[in-house]
């Protein structure tokens, strides 16, 4: 018998140098083209990214703006001053930093803070101008306008808004308990809250209403101060206390802008917040 010979493995043909080297070409051509082509797709979502991004920060100032127009609205409906927002949020501003938060955390409290009342738009004018005592049934459906001011701001996912609501909801709770509508107590309140409470009661006793005059600014102080504890937060009430002056000046810088608001009430657009 002829012992069975091993055949050698059938290898492709080694190609020729040249074949060799057109074959590289094409292989790094194909690689460069998907390269740019890869590039270029890159490119193209940048731009929708921007693009994306425009848009979202479009409509979040546009629902900002909403939210800020329809809180001026509802202070108006009130019988206040367009300027009543703002002096709240320039007080927020103001204390917040007399505790010696953040001044990011300021900032953003300064222009929530102006929402604080935007759940009177569901108040019914015939309360919300009163010049008498509220019955109780009036009193009880106006203690209703945090939850209202809460609900119209909704959950969102953008700090402002949230801060909003969370002040709409607790800047009429006390520190004792004894406030609305939850009845929340001492560091149960929001940091946010327990500061707008300040501000607000120190702009509402200082200012004309529908059915009382205007306290002296130092009566207000006073009060206050003896409310520390009480119906404020003790610590909130010494760094509005800190900064007396600094909050007498803001708030005469800013009744001199409400004469010159008076003085030209057919002007349209809020040049009057730019000041």
């Known amino acids: 018998?002829?012992?069975?010979?091993?055949?050698?493995?059938?290898?492709?043909?080694?190609?020729?140098?040249?074949?060799?080297?057109?074959?590289?070409?094409?292989?790094e051509h194909e690689a460069s083209t998907a390269r740019a082509q890869l590039e270029q797709a890159h490119g193209q979502m940048a731009v929708i990214q921007r693009?994306?991004?425009?848009?979202?920060?479009?409509?979040?100032?546009?629902?900002?703006?909403?939210?800020?127009?329809?809180?001026?609205?509802?202070?108006?409906?009130?019988?206040?001053?367009?300027?009543?927002?703002?002096?709240?949020?320039?007080?927020?501003?103001?204390?917040a930093t007399g505790l010696g938060c953040t001044p990011a955390w300021c900032e953003l409290l300064e222009s929530a803070a102006q929402m604080h009342d935007i759940g009177k738009i569901g108040i019914h004018d015939s309360i919300l101008s009163k010049t008498g005592p509220l019955t109780t049934e009036e009193w009880r459906l106006m203690r209703e306008h945090p939850r209202i001011g809460a609900a119209?701001?909704?959950?969102?996912?953008?700090?402002?808004?949230?801060?909003?609501?969370?002040?709409?909801?607790?800047?009429?709770?006390?520190?004792?308990?004894?406030?609305?509508?939850?009845?929340?107590?001492?560091?149960?309140?929001?940091?946010?809250?327990?500061?707008v409470a300040v501000a607000d009661f120190f702009d509402a006793l200082t200012h004309d209403r529908s059915y009382r005059k205007a306290l002296p600014v130092d009566t207000v102080f006073s009060m206050i101060r003896e409310r520390r504890g009480e119906q404020f937060d003790s610590q909130v009430v010494d760094a509005f206390l800190s900064i007396a002056e600094q909050i007498k000046q803001t708030r005469q810088r800013m009744v001199e802008q409400e004469r010159v608001y008076h003085a030209t009430e057919g002007w349209d657009g809020d040049w009057w917040m730019l000041a």
Do not use: W
Not at 61 to 88: C, M, V, W, Y
Not at 165 to 186: F, Q
């Open 1 to 27: 018998m002829t012992p069975q010979t091993k055949t050698p493995l059938d290898l492709p043909p080694v190609p020729p140098f040249e074949r060799l080297t057109k074959l590289l070409e094409e292989a």
């Open 51 to 95: 693009e994306r991004d425009r848009a979202v920060s479009t409509i979040r100032k546009l629902n900002r703006e909403a939210f800020f127009d329809l809180a001026r609205r509802a202070e108006q409906r009130d019988g206040e001053s367009p300027l009543h927002t703002a002096r709240i949020g320039a007080y927020s501003g103001l204390i």
């Open 152 to 195: 119209i701001i909704g959950q969102s996912d953008e700090p402002l808004l949230q801060l909003a609501s969370e002040i709409a909801m607790t800047h009429h709770e006390h520190y004792n308990g004894a406030g609305y509508p939850l009845g929340l107590c001492g560091r149960d309140i929001p940091l946010a809250g327990r500061i």
